[in-house]
């Protein structure tokens, strides 16, 4: 118990500064799942269209007045800087010029360079835009020859086009753990991997500091009971922290979790565990502070980039998918998906996938423990 | 006496390994995990890419056959169908095997598993598909005569827009998950800039009192750790492009050697910022470690290194933030310079970054003014 | 009369409640090795500091070399050369490169330096460990380092806080001689140290300090007169009556008797042949005893002469 009580002072000592860490990782947190997947994909297909009309006809107004019909049509200065900063920072999804002529070219089917469209990055916007603008023409064009004159057509056109579809969004996502939400637990593991090593790691490298080590190695402490040590008073300090981010979790969620958020809680927690037990290997090596701090956001980052917790995991690679696979923030990443409906649930998968974190716990202490073995207690037999 | 000061601070800055290795290691090894996970995203995410879609028939619409034969054999098909019966669809749907399900009726009608942009995409093309074949049920009703004509031009395989590329940069959107990264690594520059105070404060360290002893001005001997930092900090850096350029080969435009400026200037900011930080009153140094950290995620993380949109978001809601979150400016400088013609944008963001170290620098040899302390 | 290198008037320094330094006032004439001698705590470390500039202090004023000492008092900071308590130098420089660096704070002339250097080095003995990096170094010889840096430039005042702290008797007695010698070239030492010892064998002027007060001056020789005792008897003795005890203070010449952990304690003041006197009264008493000794007065006698305690405590 010792050993516990010494991690419990030297934790108080540095309490302070990981304070800060777990105050910015919630200010991070919250953000990001308010931010996260919503703006990833498309809320609802409105574009933000910005049009300059330089024909001027009543073809190419009952065109801008098609656009309007289905889109919001926002209007800028025509200058190629000001038109680019719009289009960056998302203020428009595209813009637009109906060129001089758009009559005429209706009329004699010229239609090549009908219309100029501004980029800076491809994008579904681009090529729904050009294939929406396609289509529109090729139906003008269809009334024109089956005997409209062109004004005529486009107004027909428009009428044919605003027919509604039957559509219908076939909804697999579970109402307990509502997607907003999901994404909290989606972005779970880099908070949890940032936190607890930046605030666990001094506290374990103090302890593990090889003249306290080896002082503590000459009283009749066992080198695994001290390590053994060392990961419960850990434990007690990470369920501390995951505590805190759950309550916040609770505020996000709007009361006490129910359901399918239980399961999240729960994957939530084990991959707490697979951060301290990172956080235990990592400081069996004296990397120093700022090691800890940049060593930390490599395996953060980094893993989170790979196994899709920032980038979805559709969009990997085959083989980063498959390398990934060796990372626990994959499995966790996985489970989570099922769980917000992002792919199929199946219950015995998700006991698996929990399973694989909890053997990827097993296996990042059994090896912290040979390490300390090794390094503070070159003769085995001493051990007895 | 400077440059006394000068070169021991570099041999100093060059053995404490721990830093020097982990401002290397660290954009690396990130860069690399970057270039892995985004390799293949620029392809599916917002690039173009094809749509798995079931199609169930209650009897065989060849018209629709004929019209998706037609669409595959495109280069860039953006469709790509699979006959299948109902039942088997909704699985693939829910397996996520199909990003929807036509279902071939009178007309057609579509199920689809989202609001994205797929499913836009997909309801656009069953109605258009819809709207063709009441243009072409009409025209054959009104005017049969003209009706090969409808069909004719409604075949007719246009492009109605011609592209104007707004700059000639760079369009992979990604690019600047790079550029945040470049920007992380000069903002962690604040960790070798913590130091500076460290050993020149009497009040903080042992060498610190005993520099103080010296005839050597502390001005001096601060000015020469500064600079020694910024040319340690600045070597990180231009290694850090370096590789990001060569090895990771990523593009960043045709003005690279102002990059690398922008980069170092980049890495001043950094060290400047920890001087800064290093210098307020007596807090232990974990502490202020911690603080430098921090301070670096947040801003990091509202310049969109994690989460790509996060400065679109900032943008919106506090556009002044982006003028001068650090890393945000850093990365912004990049993106300028691939992004836009002329050099004002650049200039600008490069003038923010030399106005904010000055004004860190500022501040920290203000605090560090004071020569007596009221405690040791 | 020799110059007055530093003279430190009625200084008053407070940490808070804390009065650390209560009117202290001190004169250190050229060519002295002063002794600040005092209990840890007594406030020695905070006058070097108040000394050097480092610390603010409430009241009074510091002159060295006849100058007020400020923090930006470069010229006078050239003549000085510190010894901390803290072993200060660059873990990443080699022991040569450290001496450079420390010597370059004073000295610009490359040349010059080389040869400070080189002589400081030598001063100390660190020949051998020339390209040694200082974690490699043992105790004794990172404070010899600590030392040389301190003194590389030659300094004309030479400001030494206990120095001697955790080093090896082989190490310390090199470092003692070492700042005879400086003495010897011309330097003033300014020396503090909880060892009495040490400032015994090569102060020629001693200053003790107990709660931030001086409350003795003078050479080792007036300071042993301050003290009423002359003579120091030390008896190992089992079980004593208290009886008996009181009988030898009663002795003649005997101001105090103690016995404390079967030692039997005389102090005595003046008169011969005291030793005589006690051992003849215990024989007569049948009392058997072990070891005897006697001992002059030390500088201990006269800090508890004074203070009513000893200098250091019976542990250390």
């Not at chain 2, 169908?81 to 039942?87: F, L, N, S």
């Not at chain 3, 009625?10 to 001698?37: M, P, Q, W």
């Not at chain 3, 006849?66 to 000085?80: A, L, Q, V």
């Not at chain 3, 301190?150 to 190490?171: F, M, N």
Request: aromatic share 10%.
């Amino acid at each position: 118990m010792q050993i516990f009580k010494a991690f419990m002072k030297v934790l108080k000592k540095k309490l302070p500064s990981g304070l800060i860490y777990i105050v910015v990782f919630l200010c991070i947190a919250v953000p990001m799942a308010l931010n996260g997947k919503e703006s990833e994909k498309y809320e609802d297909s409105t574009l933000k269209i910005c049009i300059f009309d330089e024909d001027d006809t009543p073809e190419s107004k009952a065109l801008i007045e098609y656009i309007d019909k289905k889109h919001d049509i926002v209007s800028f200065e025509k200058d190629k800087d000001i038109l680019f900063d719009k289009l960056y920072w998302e203020e428009a999804d595209y813009a637009l010029t109906i060129n001089k002529g758009y009559s005429k070219a209706l009329e004699s089917g010229d239609t090549n360079d009908m219309f100029g469209c501004y980029r800076v990055h491809y994008s579904y916007a681009t090529v729904y835009m050009e294939t929406y603008l396609n289509e529109y023409v090729s139906s003008v064009r269809a009334f024109i020859a089956g005997g409209q004159d062109s004004y005529k057509a486009a107004i027909s056109a428009v009428d044919a086009l605003s027919e509604e579809t039957e559509v219908e969004i076939a909804d697999n996502s579970d109402p307990d753990y509502p997607e907003r939400f999901s994404s909290y637990f989606q972005y779970m593991p880099y908070i949890l991997i940032s936190v607890l090593m930046n605030t666990l790691c001094p506290v374990l490298m103090t302890l593990n500091r090889k003249d306290i080590r080896y002082r503590t190695n000459c009283s009749c402490v066992r080198p695994n009971r001290y390590t053994v040590q060392l990961f419960a008073g850990s434990t007690v300090f990470v369920t501390a922290v995951w505590l805190i981010l759950m309550i916040a979790g609770l505020f996000m969620y709007g009361g006490v979790f129910k359901g399918n958020a239980w399961l999240a809680v729960l994957n939530s927690f084990i991959f707490a565990l697979v951060s301290t037990s990172i956080a235990v290997l990592v400081s069996s090596f004296n990397i120093g502070a700022n090691g800890v701090s940049l060593l930390t956001q490599i395996i953060g980052l980094g893993m989170c980039f790979l196994c899709g917790v920032f980038v979805p995991t559709a969009f990997l690679g085959k083989e980063v998918r498959a390398a990934a696979n060796f990372l626990p923030a994959s499995w966790y990443i996985k489970a989570n998906d099922m769980l917000d409906g992002s792919a199929v649930f199946d219950g015995s998968k998700l006991a698996a996938y929990i399973l694989i974190e909890v053997a990827f716990i097993v296996t990042i202490f059994i090896v912290a423990l040979l390490i300390h073995r090794i390094k503070y207690n070159d003769s085995d037999s001493l051990d007895g | 006496m400077f440059l006394h000061e000068l070169k021991y601070e570099l041999l100093v800055c060059l053995r404490v390994k721990e830093i020097l290795i982990w401002m290397i290691i660290f954009p690396v090894c990130l860069g690399a995990f970057f270039k892995m996970a985004l390799y293949n995203v620029y392809e599916k995410d917002i690039g173009f890419s094809t749509i798995e879609v079931a199609v169930v028939e209650n009897s065989p619409n060849t018209a629709l056959h004929t019209v998706l034969d037609n669409i595959e054999k495109q280069d860039d098909a953006f469709l790509k169908a699979t006959y299948t019966d109902k039942e088997e669809a909704e699985k693939l749907l829910q397996n996520k095997e199909v990003s929807g399900i036509i279902f071939s009726d009178a007309e057609l009608t579509l199920t689809v598993d989202g609001k994205g942009m797929r499913s836009t995409m997909l309801s656009d093309f069953v109605k258009t598909y819809n709207d063709r074949q009441r243009i072409i049920t009409e025209a054959v009703k009104n005017d049969p005569v003209s009706a090969q004509a409808v069909i004719d031009e409604l075949s007719k395989d246009i492009s109605t827009c011609t592209e104007i590329p707004l700059n000639d940069g760079n369009p992979n959107y990604y690019v600047q998950y790079f550029y945040n990264l470049i920007a992380m690594v000069a903002i962690f520059g604040s960790l070798t800039g913590l130091h500076i105070t460290i050993n020149n404060q009497a009040n903080l360290s042992a060498l610190g009192a005993r520099k103080n002893c010296s005839p050597t001005p502390k001005s001096i001997s601060t000015l020469a750790s500064l600079i020694g930092s910024i040319i340690i900090q600045g070597g990180c850096m231009v290694i850090c492009v370096t590789y990001i350029k060569y090895v990771l080969k990523v593009d960043f435009g045709s003005h690279l050697p102002l990059v690398y400026i922008s980069a170092f200037i980049g890495g001043i900011l950094g060290v400047s910022l920890g001087f800064f930080v290093g210098s307020i009153g007596r807090i232990r140094t974990d502490m202020k470690t911690s603080i430098l950290i921090s301070v670096s995620l947040l801003s990091c993380f509202l310049s969109g290194l994690m989460v790509g949109n996060m400065k679109v978001t900032v943008q919106k809601n506090l556009p002044w933030f982006n003028k001068i979150n650090p890393a945000a400016v850093i990365s912004d400088s990049f993106h300028c310079l691939d992004y836009y013609k002329g050099y004002d944008m650049f200039i600008t963001k490069i003038v923010t970054m030399l106005v904010i170290s000055a004004i860190f620098m500022l501040l920290g040899f203000i605090m560090i003014r004071r020569k007596k302390y009221a405690d040791l | 009369m020799e110059r007055t290198v530093v003279k430190i008037d009625n200084l008053v320094k407070r940490y808070g409640e804390l009065t650390a330094l209560d009117h202290f006032s001190l004169e250190i004439k050229e060519g002295e090795i002063l002794g600040l001698l005092g209990p840890n705590g007594s406030g020695k470390t905070t006058t070097i500091n108040c000394l050097l500039s480092l610390l603010s202090f409430d009241k009074g004023r510091i002159e060295i070399f006849g100058k007020e000492m400020t923090p930006t008092s470069y010229d006078i900071k050239k003549e000085i050369g510190i010894i901390m308590q803290n072993v200060a130098v660059f873990d990443e420089l080699t022991v040569y490169e450290n001496i450079d660096y420390f010597c370059g704070l004073y000295i610009n002339d490359k040349a010059k330096r080389k040869e400070y250097v080189e002589e400081a080095v030598k001063f100390v003995g660190l020949e051998d460990f020339l390209k040694f990096h200082p974690k490699k170094l043992s105790g004794g010889l990172l404070r010899r380092l600590n030392i040389a840096c301190g003194i590389a430039h030659k300094p004309k005042l030479i400001i030494l806080d206990e120095p001697t702290v955790a080093v090896d008797p082989q190490s310390r007695n090199k470092i003692l001689e070492g700042i005879q010698e400086l003495n010897k070239n011309g330097a003033t030492v300014i020396y503090t140290s909880h060892y009495m010892e040490e400032v015994e064998q090569i102060c020629t002027r001693i200053a003790i300090m107990d709660k931030g007060k001086k409350i003795a001056e003078g050479t080792k020789d007036e300071l042993k007169r301050m003290t009423r005792n002359t003579e120091t008897i030390i008896i190992e003795i089992l079980d004593l009556p208290k009886a008996i005890q009181d009988k030898i203070s009663g002795l003649p010449h005997v101001y105090k008797a103690d016995y404390d952990d079967d030692k039997l304690t005389v102090y005595c003041s003046g008169g011969k042949h005291n030793l005589l006197r006690v051992l003849d009264l215990l024989q007569k008493e049948e009392l058997s005893f072990g070891r005897v000794y006697s001992e002059l007065p030390t500088l201990n006698d006269v800090f508890l002469e004074i203070t009513g305690k000893a200098l250091r405590d019976k542990e250390e």
